[in-house]
């Protein structure tokens, strides 16, 4: 608001593009609450506040994952919750000569975008914010542990990839892969196995 304009039709222009960003803040801000008073009703409460220890994981993360995949129950280990997200690689083989390529993207699009934006907070250090503090001490210790399990390994992943000269949008995805078997080992501990 301090800006200086020299046209008046500039200060005009100016203004209705700060109200558009303030409408769309207290729209997002509604949204959120809305989310946030549904979801203790929900079947997955437990998981969604679990997730939320997890590094790059908020409300709206771990609500949009939980909703996108279901019950990650259904998933009898982690690989099948990876090539359902579309998280492994294509693979080319004749015979005894194997190749692999990109990953397939063959899975959920919403949930592999989540994951894949939550994995790029893996590249600073390990360490749990102020913010971010009482999000962890919410979780069951359970979920706490393999959180920091998970960001302990993940970090250091992201480091030692980008010493071996990866693209950083490859360091992501392995990453992202790598924390999808991380929220499905959080899962399996606060949800009881399906029966077949």
Known sequence: MSQKLEHRE??????????GVRQESERLERLEDAI???????????VV?????VR????????????????LSRFQNPRELMGYLGLVPTENSTGDQVKRGGITKAG???ARRILVEAAWSYRYPPRVSRDKQTKVEAA????????????TRLCGRFRSLERKGKRRTVIVTAIARELSAFIWAINRELMPPRQA
Request: glycine share 8%; hydrophobic share 50%.
């Open 108 to 110: 959920n699009g919403r």
């Open 36 to 46: 946030r008073e549904v979801v203790p009703e929900w079947s997955l409460a437990e």
């Open 56 to 71: 790059g994981i908020d409300l709206i993360a771990a609500v949009g994952v939980l909703a996108e995949i279901g019950d």
């Open 140 to 151: 069951p210790r359970v979920a706490r542990e393999i959180a920091w399990k998970a960001q």
């Open 49 to 53: 506040s679990a997730l939320q220890a």
């Open 10 to 19: 500039q200060r005009i222009a100016f203004e209705e593009l700060l109200e």
